[in-house]
């Protein structure tokens, strides 16, 4: 659920699966918060919005009942004729409105129905809501490519445990032994790329919570996702210590000049500033 600011009025979008709903109530409280059902129950009997509500379901929905839509439409124009929410979904099987109860209760609509209703609200405030709308799905693809490098670097950082796991500890040792080797290979990735091993960031900036990882930036994370793939594959091969952290020391000054001159990046980065 996320709620956007159209010229005023907040809006209620859900997702259902991978499409969007819209809520109904919320747009018509832009033209009378009194009278929301009454507006929607309203713009339901026109015979122009069945028209397109019945189209819009025959397209989309297998289950769609077209004799009964038939009969509905026949009656639209009378002026005793009267239809809400609730009775055309019932009547027809429609899946592109409904209407829910409670704390976030409401009409919720498809986009493509939503942003038709708010045409018959104001031209002014649909054109609004698709700005709006479509600022939202922007930032929720930005945030998913951060999410992914986020997740990228856990994925390799397991890769990069496991090539520990079975090439540096010997068997027998215990508890306390491993966790010092893997600090010590956490470390030789610090060193490459920060210049530093975790105490030493600690102790110069004096933080009781976090670690130097923590306050990387986006640059720093990707690099970081492939130096832990890099030194996996280096202790495959059996190199020394010290000949690893040359070689990712290498690898991370190539690579953050590259990153840093990515405007990508620079996007990124951007997002993370509150």
């Not at 499409?19 to 747009?27: M, P, Q, R």
């Not at 989309?60 to 055309?88: C, H, Y």
């Not at 030789?188 to 960031?201: C, H, R, S, V, Y």
């Not at 996702?225 to 202790?235: D, P, V």
Request: glycine residues 6%.
């Amino acid at each position: 659920m996320a709620k956007i600011d159209v010229k005023g009025t907040p809006v209620t979008i859900v997702s259902a699966g991978k499409e969007d709903y819209i809520s109904l109530t919320d747009i018509a409280r832009h033209k009378n918060s009194d009278r929301t059902d009454d507006l929607i129950r309203n713009w339901l009997r026109s015979r122009n919005t069945l028209e397109f509500l019945g189209i819009w379901e025959q397209l989309n929905n297998s289950r769609f009942n077209p004799v009964e839509f038939d009969g509905i439409k026949m009656l639209a124009g009378l002026n005793s004729f009267t239809l809400t929410p609730k009775q055309w979904i019932a009547a027809t099987g429609a899946i592109g409105i409904y209407s829910t109860a409670g704390r976030y209760g409401g009409t919720y609509a498809h986009k493509d129905i939503a942003f038709e209703f708010a045409t018959w609200i104001s031209v002014e405030f649909k054109l609004y809501l698709i700005k709006e709308f479509q600022r939202l799905k922007h930032l929720e693809r930005e945030q998913l490519g951060w999410d992914i490098r986020r997740n990228l670097t856990r994925i390799n950082y397991r890769i990069h445990t496991n090539a520990i796991r079975t090439h540096l500890i010997p068997q027998q040792l215990t508890s306390e032994q491993i966790n010092n080797v893997y600090a010590s290979e956490a470390d030789l990735l610090n060193m490459a790329l920060f210049g530093k091993t975790a105490k030493q960031w600690r102790d110069e900036s004096h933080a009781n919570t976090g670690n130097i990882r923590d306050e990387a930036n986006a640059a720093q994370l990707v690099c970081l996702a492939n130096l832990e793939t890099l030194n996996a594959h280096l202790i495959h091969q059996g190199l020394a210590h010290t000949e690893r952290l040359t070689l990712l020391n290498q690898t991370a000054i190539q690579q953050m000049k590259l990153l840093l001159a990515d405007a990508r990046i620079r996007q990124l980065e951007e997002q993370k500033k509150p």
